[in-house]
């Protein structure tokens, strides 16, 4: 499985983005997709998932704000994030495990895209 993210920017406060993960090799309709963030000197930090079924989870700090969707039949999965804060500066990563059909937010990701980097600015 290939994961190619795209779709990061400057942007300011109170604005939004849309940031898009491509999957290769294995369709979204199987396997769980999550946004991973880490802002420099802090550690990665689960932002959104959706599973295979399109049931979608969110970190308490972004729920209401970002939006996790997916396209089937173009095999990507989307992060459409509003109302943008300075916090959420960082480098945005797609991930995918190796297992289909599981999901758990903490579980183990083996396929990681290349991040886009989201600074927004107060």
């Known amino acids: 499985v290939q994961l190619q993210a795209s779709g990061g920017g400057l942007v300011q406060a109170g604005g939004s983005l849309r940031l898009s993960c491509a999957a290769s090799?294995?369709?979204?309709?199987?396997?769980?997709v999550a946004w991973f963030r880490q802002a420099p000197g802090k550690e990665r930090e689960f932002v959104a998932g959706i599973t295979w079924t399109g049931t979608r989870d969110y970190a308490d700090s972004v729920r209401g704000r970002f939006t996790i969707s997916r396209d089937i039949a173009q095999n990507t999965v989307y992060l459409q994030m509003s109302n943008l804060k300075s916090k959420d500066t960082a480098v945005y990563h797609c991930?995918?495990?190796?297992?289909?059909?599981?999901?758990?937010?903490?579980?183990?990701?083996?396929?990681w895209g290349q991040g886009t980097q989201v600074t927004v600015s107060s």
């Open positions: 991930a995918a495990p190796i297992r289909d059909y599981y999901y758990d937010r903490t579980m183990k990701y083996d396929y």
């Open positions: 090799g294995r369709s979204v309709s199987a396997k769980p």
